[in-house]
C-alpha cells in the first residue's frame, strides 16, 4: 500500500501485531456493498466506464461469493479486510480494480463498514430480544395469577403474581430495545466521502452513495466522521445494560431455582449435572449469563478507555474497536437465544409459590393501610403495626392470629379482614400495580 515511500518491507512481527484480518474479515459484506455504492458514484462522475464499473461490480460479488464458500485466502500480509477485497479484486479483473480506491480512505471505508455492521446487528438483537420477550409473556400469561412474594433486601416484602413478576422484565428488555433503536438512528449516516479526514479533491455524489446504502443522510464533519466511535461505544453500552437485566433475571431464577425457595423447575434440557453428586441438578445457563455479563462490561470499558486520550482524528488504536464490539455481538445473541428457550420450557412450583405467599407478614403494610383508613395518621399506623409484628415475633404467633386489640384500641375486630392474599391483590389496581386485573390486562395489551 505504501511501497513508493518506504525502502524496506514491514517487520513479520510488526504485521502479526497491526493485523486485524484475522477478526475484522466478518466486515466483507458490508465492505462490498460500500465499494460498490463508491464505484457507482465513481462512474457517474466519469472516473470510470460503465464497463469498468460493471468488472468492479461483478468482481466484487465474486469475491463476496468465494468469502460465502469458505474458498477465500485471507493475506494477514495485506493487514485488514478492505486491502484483502481489494487486492483479490484488482488481482481478478486487472487495472480497472486498482481505480477502485479514487476519493475515499480505508478511514472512512471502515467507518462506513462498522455503522453498516452495527446497523445489521442491531436488527439481529432486537428480534433476539422480542424473542426473549415473547417466552416471559407466555410464562406470564400461563402463571398470571399464581401469588408469590416480591422482596426487597432479599426479605420477603408484599404479595404479587407471577406474571407480574415476569413482566418486569418484559418492560427492562422494552427499555433495551428502544436504546437498540436509538441507536440504530444516531449510527444511521454515512461518513464515506470524508477520506482520510479532509475528504478529496474528486468530488463524489455523497448523498447518492448513502442513500444507496441505506443510510438516512451523511456527516457534517470529515474529521469527526473517521473520528468517530460513539456509535460503537453507545452499542456496546446497550448490550451491556441489556446483559445486566438478564444476569438480574438469571439471579431470580437461581434463586428460585433453589430448595430454599423451590419456585421453579427448570427443563433437564437446560440445566447440568455434577461429575460428583448424583442429586444436582444446576442451573448453568443462568450461572453463565451472569457471567457473560461482566465480558459485555468489559469490552464497553475497552472501548471507552482506547478512546478516550486520542486527539482528532484517526489513530490506530481505534483499530481496538472490533474485538470488544464482535465479542460483544455473539456473547449477546446467543445469551439471549439460549434464554428464551429456557424460559419457554420452565415450569412454576404453583403450590410452594403459594405456601411462601402465605406469610401473613407479607400484609403488615395493608394493615398499616387499613389503619390509616380508619383516620390514624401513616407514621402511627406504622408504628402500631411494628409494635404488633415484634409481638409476633416475641410469641411466635402469626400476625393474623395475634388479638390486635391488646395492641392499641385502634386495631378492632374488622382489622383482621385484611389478611386475605386475594384481597390485598384485588385492592391494587392503579396502573402498574400487581392486581390479576391489571395483569391480565397487561399482558392482553402486549400480545
Not at 18 to 28: A, F, M, N, Q
Not at 162 to 178: I, N, Q, T
Not at 305 to 316: C, D, E, F, I, S
Not at 404 to 424: K, M, N, R, Y
Request: hydrophobic content about 40%; some cysteine.
Amino acid at each position: 500500500m505504501w511501497k513508493g515511500r518506504f525502502a524496506r518491507e514491514t517487520a513479520e512481527l510488526v504485521q502479526q501485531f497491526g493485523e486485524s484480518i484475522s477478526y475484522d474479515w466478518r466486515l466483507y459484506k458490508h465492505d462490498i456493498a460500500g465499494s460498490i455504492a463508491h464505484a457507482r458514484a465513481q462512474m457517474k462522475a466519469g472516473l470510470l466506464t460503465a464497463d469498468e464499473f460493471g468488472q468492479i461490480e461483478s468482481g466484487l460479488r465474486s469475491v463476496e461469493a468465494d468469502i460465502d464458500a469458505g474458498k477465500f485466502e485471507f493475506k494477514t500480509s495485506l493487514e485488514d479486510i478492505h486491502m484483502n477485497v481489494e487486492a483479490a479484486l484488482t488481482e481478478r479483473i486487472g487495472p480497472a480494480g486498482a481505480k477502485l480506491h479514487t476519493a475515499r480512505s480505508r478511514n472512512d471505508q471502515v467507518a462506513t463498514d462498522t455503522r453498516l455492521y452495527c446497523r445489521a446487528e442491531i436488527d439481529v438483537l432486537s428480534a433476539g430480544i422480542s424473542d426473549l420477550q415473547q417466552a416471559l409473556l407466555d410464562r406470564a400469561e400461563k402463571y398470571a395469577d399464581t401469588v408469590l412474594p416480591a422482596y426487597t433486601h432479599l426479605q420477603r416484602g408484599q404479595p404479587v403474581t407471577v406474571g407480574h413478576h415476569l413482566l418486569a422484565y418484559v418492560e427492562m428488555l422494552d427499555r433495551d430495545l428502544g436504546r437498540l433503536a436509538d441507536c440504530r438512528k444516531r449510527l444511521n449516516i454515512s461518513p464515506l466521502g470524508s477520506g482520510a479526514l479532509a475528504g478529496s479533491t474528486i468530488n463524489l455524489d455523497r448523498e447518492a452513495i448513502a442513500a444507496e446504502l441505506g443510510f438516512d443522510g451523511v456527516t457534517r464533519n470529515s474529521m469527526d466522521a473517521v473520528a468517530d466511535r460513539d456509535y460503537i461505544a453507545e452499542f456496546l453500552f446497550a448490550m451491556a445494560l441489556c446483559g445486566v437485566h438478564l444476569s438480574r433475571l438469571s439471579e431470580d431464577l437461581i434463586l428460585w431455582c433453589s430448595a430454599e425457595f423451590g419456585f421453579v423447575t427448570l427443563s433437564d434440557a437446560h440445566t447440568t449435572g455434577s461429575s460428583l453428586m448424583p442429586q444436582k441438578k444446576n442451573p448453568d445457563v443462568c450461572e453463565i449469563t451472569r457471567g457473560k455479563t461482566g465480558r459485555l462490561l468489559g469490552n464497553l470499558v475497552s472501548l471507552l478507555t482506547a478512546v478516550k486520550g486520542l486527539p482528532l482524528t484517526y489513530n490506530r488504536d481505534l483499530q481496538e474497536d472490533k474485538e470488544p464490539l464482535f465479542d460483544s455481538v455473539d456473547t449477546l445473541k446467543l445469551t439471549l437465544a439460549v434464554n428464551a428457550e429456557m424460559i419457554a420450557a420452565m415450569e412454576i412450583r404453583e403450590d410452594k409459590c403459594l405456601a411462601a405467599a402465605s406469610d401473613p407478614m407479607l400484609l403488615a403494610t395493608d394493615l398499616a393501610d387499613w389503619l390509616v383508613r380508619q383516620g390514624v395518621p401513616f407514621r402511627q399506623a406504622h408504628e402500631l403495626v411494628g409494635k404488633a409484628v415484634a409481638e409476633s415475633v416475641k410469641t411466635g404467633t402469626p400476625l393474623d392470629q395475634l388479638d390486635l386489640t391488646t395492641i392499641d384500641p385502634a386495631f378492632t375486630a374488622e382489622a383482621s379482614g385484611v389478611f386475605s392474599v386475594e384481597t390485598a391483590l384485588a385492592a391494587r389496581t392503579n396502573p402498574g400495580a400487581p392486581s390479576i386485573d391489571n395483569v391480565r390486562a397487561e399482558i392482553e395489551r402486549r400480545k
